[in-house]
């Protein structure tokens, strides 16, 4: 019994070390949470003066042909990023978006297409390699915070692989699987289709939900008049490629937060779970010390019986 008890009570040592981890992992994710929401907050202005830019700029009598605008059939390799945490304790988190990933490229390959997978996130990235799938590039490090420099690489990355003739491996759509926060109990995976874009009806102006990327074109709308420098078309040429650029960022932030979001929950059910084992192993040996003094109290009065009786 004695042997029981000490076992109990490592346990109990163990699980309160554990349980003190789970904690801190959990404060630390919730103080994050905050600074991440505000950091993808922060690019809501900047999104609405661009969309209203470009809106201004399609509201012109002009072809647009932007290469982001028109459908590419020269080739039918197409992108899809991964955007997934860096590192574990996050819940099913990372799991989610994999699965979801690769559901949608196996979409793709039954189209007839050609994916290449663009990876964020340690954990994309050893899924892949233990699974021997062939990834383009890989970004890891800072998945519960992206910083300005990352999230140009991959834009700019994305971009000029969309850009690039059909001979020197360009790319004909961009896909970025990640999850949406909504709110600290719900963050949602979702696919959402990039490049190219398209225009819009005034009424579906940035619509983050959309699986498709697009922004208002305002056609008959009460607009200002607006004079163009050097033209309207150079304009909306240099705009375009901004645009891109921000919703690119706008989703790694936004990732970033609901891998916060979803760690702190989880390091939260481990507390509570840690706490309930505590109990547990409590109990378990405050039975195994009465045991053993039940035990020791039997011998006694058996070893005085005897004596008595002797």
């Not at 399609?58 to 992108?79: G, I, K, S, Y």
């Not at 909504?182 to 963050?187: A, L």
């Not at 005034?202 to 004079?227: H, T």
């Amino acid at each position: 019994m004695a042997g029981a008890q000490r076992i109990f009570k490592e346990k109990i040592r163990a699980t309160k070390t554990l349980e003190k981890v789970f904690r801190a992992m959990e404060l630390i994710a919730a103080s994050r949470i905050s600074r991440a929401r505000e950091a993808a907050r922060r690019l809501d202005p900047y999104t609405q003066v661009l969309t209203r830019a470009l809106a201004a700029v399609a509201a012109n009598d002009f072809n647009h042909n932007h290469p982001f605008l028109t459908e590419r059939e020269d080739t039918n390799r197409v992108a899809v990023l991964v955007v997934t945490s860096d590192r574990g304790m996050a819940g099913a988190y990372s799991a989610s978006v994999l699965r979801e990933a690769d559901r949608f490229i196996a979409k793709l390959r039954k189209e007839g297409k050609e994916p290449l997978i663009y990876v964020s996130g340690r954990r994309a990235e050893s899924y892949y390699r233990f699974r021997g799938v062939d990834v383009v590039k890989t970004w890891t490090g800072e998945s519960d915070k992206p910083s300005e420099s990352v999230t140009e690489e991959i834009s700019q990355t994305l971009l000029d692989a969309y850009l690039a003739p059909a001979e020197e491996g360009g790319i004909g759509e961009v896909h970025v699987v990640f999850t949406r926060f909504e709110s600290m109990v719900r963050q949602v995976v979702q696919i959402r289709h990039m490049l190219p874009m398209e225009i819009a009806d005034a009424d579906d102006e940035v619509v983050e939900d959309s699986p498709r990327d697009r922004f208002g074109d305002l056609r008959g709308a009460a607009l200002p008049l607006y004079e163009f420098e050097p033209s309207a078309q150079e304009v909306f040429d240099t705009l375009l490629p901004l645009y891109v650029r921000q919703r690119i960022t706008s989703v790694l932030l936004m990732s970033a937060a609901s891998e916060l979001a979803a760690r702190q929950q989880a390091m939260h059910s481990a507390t509570e779970n840690a706490g309930q084992l505590i109990e547990e192993y409590t109990r378990k040996a405050n039975n195994a010390r009465q045991a053993e003094i039940t035990t020791e109290i039997t011998e006694i009065v058996s070893g005085a019986d005897a004596l008595a009786s002797a």
